[in-house]
């Protein structure tokens, strides 16, 4: 029996139960209470423990994960609890594909890459809308916010528009669910963060549905120089009119005010290997206590609106404002004094750079479709069409103090802080807007026995306009783009609960900067190829995914400094290609032991530059090699107790295009416990990084490493009431 008649059958049996009552009426039976639990339908609830949930981020409709003709990760809010993730790149280091915190623990930005790209500009989303950022216009979300975290993996502009052609990470926001609940928390960790949160929810008397998520920490992390302060609010308000219209209002208000430089920007040699004088200590702050800020101040309001017609046609609508103004200001290590590599004399001084900005966004994104299913013979269709669109504005301030009175210097082995700085005047000075306009058209089509085709069509109409610069008085630039994009899979779900399938699609990114002619940078542009296979048993406890990809990107941006003008130049000739392998797989043993594990092995080459020498290697800072496996038990003979334990393997990466700085990979252990008590209360501990292993996360050049996360404990009280 294939797994979308469930549905039917259980239903049908009901009515079949009603419908022959009376032929029994003479006797009496007495059976037992069965307790049925509703199972999650919306693609947007809580994961709990499904192998094969629901998700509206592969297709925009409600569809199981093996119909998806591409490869994808749910992670719940359980698992994000077992992890008390501080960010949630964090809660991404288990999952296949995905490279989680590439420059180590950096605490206002959740960095990652996916299939070999860099994805956190335009690879991120909320709640199915993108949550694009540019430059330093973006907007922070907190992992407490999250009812669950998607990872789409894979080109995806087909659905999205203008995106990442790795794929995309959808993090999708607690709502109402009209249950009676409240939840709080209090935690610490070694760093010396502490932070308080409440989850708290229930019905009005009217039959609407209220929902607040709230959290605030004292922050403190990898640096001398880091303690601050940080929070959000986030009520929500869901309820159903008189006409069958489900409304869903929600706001989120959230502050951070921290210093933050610490322990990043140092050289390869000093950290990946040693330097005349050893290593730089992990702990090094290449900072300074009197010039390091960090202050975001940020607002979204969000409406989601659905409505089922008597016809058949179901309208729904996603629109999010938001607004955010971010200051910061750091000096931060550049290599060694005079912007070399390996130290210049005795005293191991480091070059510094001075940097500060003051960064207004403003966005609005909004995504209206219409879907409904119908016959074609013996085709089932279900058929979406849909229109949304993205207006981005970024006004910027990028203030430093070029070479050579650039910040002062500091020595790697005897620092001394607290020298004045010199002033910082304005190179970048304007106002970039983008506006992104997309019509689509999706078919899931159904047929045979197991047959499954998913069909995608879009058209994008992109504006991108840059300012003439209030300082400078450098002319603007406006362009005008237009794409189509396309995806297509063909799959087959048989019997035993194994879907093989195929797919390709399409992906464009449209850019902002110009070219060293003048002229405006045309969107990137690729596709992808992918093969896999999924299953998940029929008993709910299993589930296998491996695919096999090949991605084409073109069309790339690149930078070169321009000694002569102090300045980059930019290029369009950049092309990259990744292929690889990915395999996730999870199974529940039934006897309290739960295993999962991630395997992605990659080819990821430059297939085109400017400089042909570049041209076969490896782009740098990503890593091609990854493995994580991780256990849950709960042991029979304590059952309110959970110990969880996982291994993750980083294979190796460059400091440079070139392929001359390599990276060494590393093997991190991480564990865990919980313990259930006093009816509601749970005590939560997690230790990152058990051997406190000191390893290079990435580096960015051969002047630029950043040192990954030591060990981390944390400890967290949880009660439910």
Request: hydrophobic residues 40%.
């Amino acid at each position: 029996m294939k797994r979308s008649t469930l549905a039917w059958v259980m239903g049908h049996t009901a009515v079949v139960a009603l419908v022959t009552a009376p032929a029994f009426a003479e006797d009496t039976i007495t059976l037992e209470e069965i307790n049925v639990e509703a199972l999650e339908t919306s693609g947007t609830g809580p994961v709990e423990n499904a192998v094969n949930p629901l998700t509206l981020t592969g297709a925009k409709t409600a569809t199981p994960l093996t119909e998806i003709p591409q490869s994808i990760a749910v992670i719940g809010r359980e698992q994000i609890a077992k992890t008390n993730a501080r960010k949630v790149d964090e809660i991404l280091a288990y999952t296949a594909g995905v490279q989680a915190a590439p420059y180590g623990y950096d605490s206002d930005t959740n960095w990652f890459f996916l299939r070999g790209f860099a994805a956190t500009a335009t690879g991120a989303f909320v709640d199915g809308l993108q949550n694009y950022s540019y430059g330093f216009a973006s907007f922070y979300v907190d992992p407490y916010h999250l009812e669950r975290i998607e990872v789409l993996r894979g080109a995806s502009s087909a659905l999205y528009g203008g995106s990442n052609p790795g794929g995309l990470v959808n993090m999708v926001t607690k709502r109402p669910s009209g249950d009676d609940a409240r939840e709080a928390e209090f935690g610490v960790d070694s760093d010396g963060s502490a932070w308080a949160a409440l989850d708290y929810q229930g019905t009005t008397e009217n039959g609407a549905n209220w929902r607040l998520v709230a959290r605030g920490a004292l922050t403190d992390g990898n640096g001398v120089f880091e303690a601050g302060n940080r929070g959000f609010i986030a009520p929500s308000y869901s309820f159903t009119t008189d006409g069958g219209t489900d409304v869903t209002l929600s706001a989120s208000y959230t502050k951070i005010s921290e210093t933050h430089v610490g322990n990043a920007w140092l050289p390869f040699v000093g950290t990946v290997v040693a330097a005349d004088f050893g290593y730089i200590d992990r702990d090094f702050n290449s900072g300074e206590p009197g010039y390091d800020w960090y202050e975001r101040d940020q607002l979204t309001l969000s409406a989601e609106i659905a409505h089922r017609f008597d016809n058949g046609w179901k309208l729904s609508n996603n629109l999010r404002l938001g607004a955010s103004h971010l200051r910061e200001g750091s000096v931060y290590a550049y290599g060694y004094e005079g912007y070399a590599a390996t130290p210049a004399d005795s005293n191991n001084y480091l070059q510094r750079v001075i940097f500060d900005h003051d960064t207004k966004a403003k966005t609005v994104v909004n995504d209206t479709r219409m879907e409904n299913s119908f016959d074609t013979g013996a085709v089932e269709h279900k058929v979406m069409v849909g229109l949304d669109m993205r207006y981005f504005q970024m006004d910027q301030v990028q203030s430093s103090a070029a070479w050579p009175d650039a910040a002062t210097l500091l020595s790697a082995t005897n620092p001394v802080y607290g020298a004045t700085q010199p002033a910082t005047a304005p190179y970048a000075d304007n106002i970039i807007t983008q506006t992104q306009l997309g019509l689509y058209v999706q078919d899931q089509m159904r047929w045979g026995d197991g047959w499954i085709m998913t069909t995608n069509l879009r058209h994008d109409w992109v504006e991108t306009e840059v300012s003439a610069d209030r300082t400078s008085g450098a002319a603007g630039s406006d362009r005008s783009d237009n794409k189509w994009s396309w995806r297509v899979g063909l799959a087959h779900e048989f019997d035993n609960g194994v879907t093989p399938y195929i797919s390709a699609s399409t992906y464009f990114n449209p850019q902002v900067e110009t070219t060293v002619a003048g002229s405006t940078i045309s969107p990137e542009t690729g596709r992808q190829f992918e093969i896999g296979a999924k299953w998940a048993s029929l008993d709910g406890l299993s589930f296998v995914g491996v695919s096999a990809f090949n991605i084409q990107r073109e069309g790339i941006l690149q930078s070169v400094y321009n000694t002569g003008t102090f300045a980059y130049d930019y290029y369009q000739l950049g092309e990259v290609t990744s292929e690889g392998l990915e395999l996730e797989a999870q199974h529940d043993f039934g006897n309290g032991v739960a295993v999962k594990l991630a395997i992605t092995s990659m080819d990821v080459d430059i297939t085109n530059d400017v400089d042909p020498g570049l041209i076969g290697k490896t782009p740098y800072s990503i890593i091609e090699d990854q493995a994580a496996i991780s256990v849950d038990w709960t042991p029979k003979s304590a059952p309110d107790l959970r110990l969880t334990g996982g291994v993750r393997w980083m294979g190796a990466s460059w400091a440079d295009n070139a392929n001359t700085y390599k990276v060494p990979d590393v093997l991190l252990v991480d564990l865990g416990a919980a313990y259930e008590f006093n009816d509601g209360w749970v005590a939560n501990l997690s230790i990152n990084n058990v051997a406190d292993t000191t390893y290079v996360a990435s580096c960015q050049t051969e002047l630029t490493c950043y040192y990954g996360a030591g060990r981390t404990v944390s400890f967290a009280v949880r009660h439910t009431f």
